[in-house]
């Protein structure tokens, strides 16, 4: 299961509005917890620019390898992993394309939210099989994060 703070939840629903009608695109920091490290809770993102140019932006979205990079290091320096990409889906359902399917790779988390006319609804989260044939539906809940302290 991946368990997404609140804040990070509502930064991957305005990232993916603000980019519409193209795929919005980036990382999830967090950390791995519970056994077998199977739940993930991811605490912040890393916004990355769609790599893909013009068009390509609507059906497609890639993440160059100097934001990998970028985002490792911001990572480690909060004292967190990278443990997931997160991507739009512009008036398509939050299920992944064949194009996803082979561009994933094991171990991350892959949350998909579905924009529909601009307005951000469904958000999934899926994890590539260990013979990546295929992706299984991995159970995403929205967590209120730390208490912030009363001002
Ligand atoms: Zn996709």
């Not at 990382?27 to 199977?38: F, H, I, K, N």
């Not at 990278?82 to 394309?97: E, R």
Request: proline share 8%.
């Amino acid at each position: 299961m991946i368990s997404l703070f609140r804040d990070a939840e509502a930064l991957v629903r305005s990232e993916a509005e603000a980019a519409y009608p193209y795929e919005c695109c980036g990382l999830v920091m967090g950390v791995l917890d519970g056994q077998d490290g199977d739940l993930r809770k991811g605490s912040a993102l890393v916004v990355v620019a769609n790599a893909r140019e013009g068009d390509a932006r609507r059906r497609r979205f890639s993440i160059g390898p100097e934001d990998f990079l970028r985002a490792e290091r911001e990572a480690a320096r909060l004292g967190l992993d990278v443990i997931g990409v997160y991507h739009s889906h512009p008036d398509h359902p939050a299920v992944p394309s064949e194009y996803d399917l082979s561009h994933a790779l094991p171990f991350y988390s892959y949350v998909i939210v579905s924009v529909e006319g601009g307005r951000a609804g469904d958000m999934t989260s899926w994890r590539l099989a260990p013979d990546r044939s295929s992706f299984a539906p991995e159970p995403l809940e929205v967590d209120p994060g730390p208490a912030r302290p009363e001002s």
